[in-house]
């Protein structure tokens, strides 16, 4: 049941684009998206609901996909501080098991 | 300040020795959950719990216990320690457990290492 997000890792110059999708095999009833600095707590960016509603936080953004069961999140115009690690999470029901993908770790370079 | 705050931060112990870990949240979440973190896995739900005396499992809820007697504590409990049970763990809150409008806030994380 856990959702599967590629790529494992990515390397970025700042100022480039990276898009990081998280995919489900099962229905989802909303997608959540974190992002972890190395040492430091997941801090919540976005929650997703499906119907394919698309948010934004500062420059990052995300879709939702129902159809393919995917939610992609894009980050346009890559600044250092976005480096961490990115999770998904999955809410396949109203029932609070939120499950999490493996991460994805963005780095971005001067 | 909104916080969810863990104790201790570090915390180093030999296997077999009951530990709890406290969880404190100060935003009157109704929600709060229980994750430990390895390296590849991600973030695993162990325990979660919707509201004052109402608790479930998560995805890996074996060898350890939660309670959930006031709306802001929400312990986890090794009764018996193990070294597999050497991780980092998380607790995190939410307003509510359907989480259609809110994420989760998440505390600062205990290392904890089981030898």
């Known amino acids: 049941q856990q959702p599967v997000q590629s790529p494992q890792a990515v390397i970025l110059r700042e100022g480039e684009d990276a898009v990081i999708n998280c995919s489900s095999s099962?229905?989802?009833?909303?997608v959540h998206w974190y992002r972890q600095k190395h040492g430091e707590a997941p801090v919540f960016l976005m929650i997703?609901?499906?119907?394919?509603e698309q948010k934004g936080h500062e420059k990052i953004s995300a879709s939702f996909n129902e159809k393919k069961q995917q939610s992609s999140l894009y980050l346009t115009a890559s600044q250092l501080s976005y480096s961490g690690t990115y999770f998904c999470?999955?809410?396949?029901?109203?029932?609070?098991?939120?499950?999490f993908g493996q991460g994805t770790e963005l780095s971005v370079k001067p | 300040e909104a916080q969810v705050t863990q104790n201790p931060r570090y915390l180093i112990t030999v296997t077999g020795k009951k530990l709890t870990v406290t969880c404190s949240q100060n935003?009157?979440?109704?929600?709060m959950s229980w994750y430990r973190q390895d390296p590849g896995l991600g973030l695993r739900q162990i325990y979660y719990?919707?509201?004052?005396?109402?608790?479930d499992k998560g995805d890996v809820p074996e060898g350890y216990k939660v309670s959930r007697k006031e709306k802001r504590n929400f312990p986890l409990i090794l009764e018996s320690p193990s070294p597999n049970q050497t991780s980092l763990y998380f607790c995190?809150?939410?307003?509510?457990?359907?989480?259609?409008?809110?994420?989760?806030?998440f505390g600062s994380g205990t290392r904890l290492t089981v030898v």
């Open positions: 935003m009157n979440h109704e929600y």
């Open positions: 719990s919707m509201n004052v005396e109402v608790t």
């Open positions: 999470g999955s809410l396949y029901n109203q029932g609070g098991k939120l499950i």
């Open positions: 997703l609901l499906k119907g394919g």
């Open positions: 099962k229905a989802l009833y909303s």
């Open positions: 995190a809150s939410s307003p509510h457990g359907d989480s259609l409008n809110y994420g989760y806030t």
